[in-house]
């Protein structure tokens, strides 16, 4: 299916993703329609129609359907029962929804598709958490089925003792309990797939984290990322065709000294591939938008010698008149007004031409 310029995109979800989505589509051409339960999400702020309404709301989202030629969506922790009246215009489709928002579901997945994840079993009660501190032992990391991201919804096990307390902390929710894993580095692969299966990668940015918060990402990585890199890409490739996957997908690794080691996925442009609006010929949102309206791939190749995004987190965003007067500075506000600790507020991305 060939979606022309011209069409109506709609994307479900009003946050930054779908702002910056909502931009490259402009560029192409494409008017896009945001469906979002808030009364001003940011992607609204740039998109040519808004309709507020709940993910839940299964009427509401097939008269948005009809607005629209083709849908896509920003972030994955949706219903996915509500989506289904969105039918075929979908992608990706709900398939890739079910299996990344479930933490337990989403690693046999992985497994399935022969990548390797680290050992860990899967908690719904007290007992549970003792058995597998028993059979993984410490350190291990408790982290909910459902809705956990930016570090949340997750308590680390370094001796038993602490097992009830992790248990407590998480809210006794069902969760799946991971071994700690001895890693050099982190990293992400990013891919776009279109409905005939080719696929396209980014260079694999060198990310790094703190408090469960990605701080930056760098490309091209160090020699450590680099080794793994055909490796990680091929696992990330089999896990986006056995998904059926239609548009960006992300992978994220711990680069290991056994190998790239899966942490998670996400079926959507990533907070680590910022840095390819500036820093590639291709960004990740141009080539979303490209894969789920039929379009050629563009190029993903490096537009610079390197490129490093930094994030805006908090009251961080109140600098922005002093990063707005660094002319190296390639600033983007999300236009999400309060500043809470731990919010992502914008980025910054500094390109080396070399």
Known sequence: MIVPPGSSIGIVGGGQLGRMLAVAAAQLGYKCHIFDPHEDPPAAHVAAGFTRGAYEDAEALAEFATQVDVITYEFENLPVGPLAVLGPKLRPGTRSLAVAQDRAVEKQFIEECGATVAAWRSVDSADDVERAVAELGTPIVLKTRRYGYDGKGQAWIRNPSEAQSAWDSIGHEPAVAEAGVEFDAEFSVIVARWEDGRTTFWDSPDNVHREGILRTSTVPPPPVIAGQVEHARTAAANIASALDHVGV?????????????????????????????????TSQFEQHIRAVCGLPPGSTDLACHSARMDNLIGDEIADWQGLLADPHAHVHIYGKGEARPGRKMGHVTRIDVG
């Open 249 to 281: 997908l992300t992978v994220e690794f711990f680069a290991s000294r056994n190998g790239p080691i899966v942490n998670e996925i996400a079926p959507r442009v990533h907070n680590s591939g910022h840095w390819t609006i500036e820093g590639a010929f």
